[in-house]
């Protein structure tokens, strides 16, 4: 089953499936390309997803880069 690709912008805070080592679930997206760059909100670890990986993990958005809120 293909997963769907993610419409996501620099600046976007996301949730993923998993909570990262630091306990906090909450990226920002840095950087966007054939690998998505992300920034721990909790921690300010850096880390690069494929982007496949990224939509499988994908859960939702926290915070919009247009200033929007979550949708819903």
Avoid: Q, Y
């Amino acid at each position: 089953m293909a997963v769907p690709i993610t419409p996501v912008k620099v600046g976007d805070v996301v949730r993923l499936k998993k909570a990262h080592a630091c306990g906090a679930n909450e990226w920002e997206v840095t950087k966007l390309g054939m690998d998505i760059g992300l920034d721990c909100v909790g921690c300010r670890r850096k880390v690069r997803l494929l982007r496949s990986e990224f939509d499988r993990r994908f859960r939702g958005f926290v915070r919009r880069a247009d200033g929007g809120g979550s949708p819903g």
